[in-house]
């Protein structure tokens, strides 16, 4: 009888971690989540998320092996196989969280940042399939990118290449969290954009309903209606955003030369009040040879089981690198 191989994808974030099986063709069998509970060290989330995948793991079909792990975490480096100094979770400097997962599954495991594995998920699940060259760009809260190139993710020599938004913008600019000044994503991301609508509140005179919202209540959402009604001021801060990040994805273009940049995350989902004038200013900062070249795209992967498709991407990925995949889920002694 014929046996339909899946994976485990899981994206670990600092109050919710969410995992799911997915077959070869990036159709999620099932999912769940469960509560990460940051201040508790990586040794004790790994045996709740193992239980956790054992009972999702009831729901699967008759015939159904597994083949692998991948794993999406915050400031994850996928060739040590660690975490290190993850915002928001209390890890300590750094965890192997690849050997945790060997030490309980005999399966080929793989981790790298969400970014990344946004990145990976579009290559093989989304709109980046059949592509040798792009760039994916997550606007969350911050900016995170993951580059291809000549269809393999660039980790560069260390396991951290590609973080566009700790490119500097304005070396004089905005304080970043990472402790420089100036940084891409302290312009271009949901929290960006709110610091922007601050400083054209206190730059112009213009009627606004941003003026009645507090700087604690202020989000990139409000931004977006009051730009679908006509806003003025979040016309203009859309208008800003979409200038500067044209502006750094015609530098990133000058570097790899891709076929086409994709955006996701939730500044995304405000659709063609920034993409439309992103492309506009993508194609004014580009150097000639690039012009007319690069396609912007909005991401094709689901906004809502995106992550778990991007870390399911990141283990179908090792398991095509391994010559002898195993053929199912086997669980080491917990």
């Known amino acids: 009888m014929q046996t339909n191989q899946c994976v485990i994808g899981i994206d670990i974030g600092g109050t919710t971690t969410s995992f799911g099986f997915v077959d070869r063709s990036g159709a999620l069998i099932c999912e769940t989540t469960l509560p990460t509970l940051a201040n508790q060290s990586a040794e004790a989330l790994v045996p709740r998320l193992c239980d956790g995948i054992e009972k999702l793991r009831t729901a699967l079909p008759p ?5 692998g792990i991948g794993i999406g975490a915050p400031n994850a480096n996928y060739q040590r196989g660690t975490v290190e100094n993850p915002p928001n979770l209390n890890w300590g400097a750094s965890v192997n ?32 399939r059949g592509m040798k060259h792009a760039i994916i760009i997550t606007l969350g809260t911050g900016l995170g990118s993951g580059i291809i190139v000549n269809g393999e993710l660039l980790y560069g020599a260390d396991g ?21 000044h100036g940084c891409l994503e302290t312009y271009v991301s949901a929290t960006g954009i709110c610091r922007t609508v601050f400083e054209l509140l206190a730059q112009r005179l213009d009627a606004s309903s941003l003026r009645d919202v507090s700087c604690s209540d202020l989000t990139s959402k409000i931004i977006y209606e009051a730009a679908c009604g006509g806003d003025a001021i979040a016309l203009a801060a859309f208008d800003t955003t979409a200038r500067i990040l044209g502006m750094k994805l015609a530098d990133a273009v000058a570097y790899t030369s891709p076929e086409a ?20 200013y993508l194609e004014e900062f580009l150097f000639n040879p690039y012009k007319g070249k690069v396609k912007l795209l909005r991401s094709e992967l689901p906004e809502s089981s995106g992550a778990i498709l ?14 002898t995949p195993s053929p199912s889920l086997s669980r080491r002694g917990a």
């Open 97 to 128: 969280l690849v050997e945790l997962f060997r030490q309980r599954y005999d399966l080929p495991v793989a981790i790298t940042n969400d970014a990344n594995a946004a990145a990976i998920g579009e290559l093989l699940f989304g709109g980046a």
């Open 310 to 323: 991007g870390a399911a991407a990141l283990a179908w990925h090792e398991v095509d690198k391994t010559t």
């Open 160 to 180: 951290f290449a590609g973080e566009l938004g700790h490119t500097t913008v304005d070396p004089t600019g905005r304080y970043c969290a990472c402790g420089k």
């Open 261 to 280: 940049i994709f955006l996701s995350g939730g500044l995304a989902a405000a659709g063609d009040l920034l993409i439309t004038p992103t492309r506009c």
């Open 63 to 67: 015939q159904t092996s597994v083949s």
